[in-house]
């Protein structure tokens, strides 16, 4: 029986052939027409400025584990909520088929004028070109999805080649070596496991004694009461992830506010 992880793996094989053929009949897309006045915005630098806990908000329509969460938001909505509501960034579910997710939605959110992390299962460098012709400043990569290291380190010389940061995924100790081996800046600790689909946010606490000098460190998943983002800034995490909780919400801006309150007030003192 495939795991959760497997069938996101078999989901992207159209999505990559088709961008195989793109780069044989040489017609991949350009990459975004940002200017050097208007550049590709910095999605670390974003978090940082922001202060701990800073608050990445996802745009997410659905999920395996919930099923359909909010069909009812248009992406532009939840960017203008999500904007008013104080998040430093958004992360965009992209992926079709298990998450109802769309590249487009990218393009839709950009107008809000906040870095936005392109969250899909992605595998492939060609992948980080398509990325790139989208108005996304950072993109997932989920230690689990590769082979080692050196798969890793291919992506992530294909993000800097397009001025693209990546987020890199890690569930344990051995995923955590390998982003470190591979070269990996940001560090996103998922308290969800992705083939059980159970969250524990004990895996963020047991992780954080890792964190390094330089590493920005993003907790996600399981996080949706002000309590939780404050112990996830004493325990040395820098961001937080929160998608699932604010989409539940009739006003995810409002829901949001709340907990954008978090880092303001730590670091008005």
Not at 31 to 37: A, E, L, N, T, V
Not at 63 to 78: H, K, Q
Not at 81 to 110: I, K, N, P, W
Not at 223 to 242: H, K, S, T
Request: negative net charge.
């Amino acid at each position: 029986m495939s795991s959760m992880l497997d069938r996101f793996r078999a989901a992207q094989a159209g999505g990559i052939a088709l961008l195989r053929q793109l780069a044989e009949d040489g017609q991949l897309p350009e990459p975004w027409p940002f200017s050097d006045i208007n550049a590709r915005p910095g999605f670390s630098k974003a978090l940082r400025a922001a202060g701990a806990p800073a608050v990445i908000a996802e745009y997410k329509r659905a999920s395996p584990s919930r099923g359909v969460i909010n069909l009812e938001l248009t992406p532009a909505d939840v960017a203008r909520m999500y904007a008013d509501g104080g998040a430093a960034c958004f992360s965009v579910l992209t992926e079709r088929q298990h998450f109802q997710g769309d590249l487009r939605f990218l393009s839709d959110m950009a107008f809000a004028g906040r870095p936005m992390l392109r969250k899909d299962f992605l595998l492939d460098p060609l992948q980080v070109v398509e990325t790139a012709a989208t108005p996304a400043s950072a993109l997932l990569l989920i230690m689990r999805m590769f082979d080692g290291p050196a798969q890793v380190r291919e992506m992530l010389d294909a993000c800097r080649q397009f001025e693209l940061e990546a987020v890199c995924e890690v569930f344990d100790e051995a995923d955590l070596d390998i982003a470190r081996e591979a070269g990996a800046e940001i560090i996103q600790v998922n308290n969800r496991d992705l083939d059980k689909l159970v969250t524990d946010l004990g895996i963020s606490r047991r992780l954080a004694p890792r964190k390094k000098d330089g590493e920005l460190w993003i907790s996600a998943s399981g996080l949706e009461a002000p309590e939780q983002l404050n112990e996830m800034a004493d325990l040395g995490f820098d961001a937080v992830l929160i998608g699932t909780s604010l989409m539940c919400q009739t006003d995810p801006g409002a829901a949001l506010k709340k907990l954008a309150a978090v880092a303001q007030t730590r670091n008005a003192k």
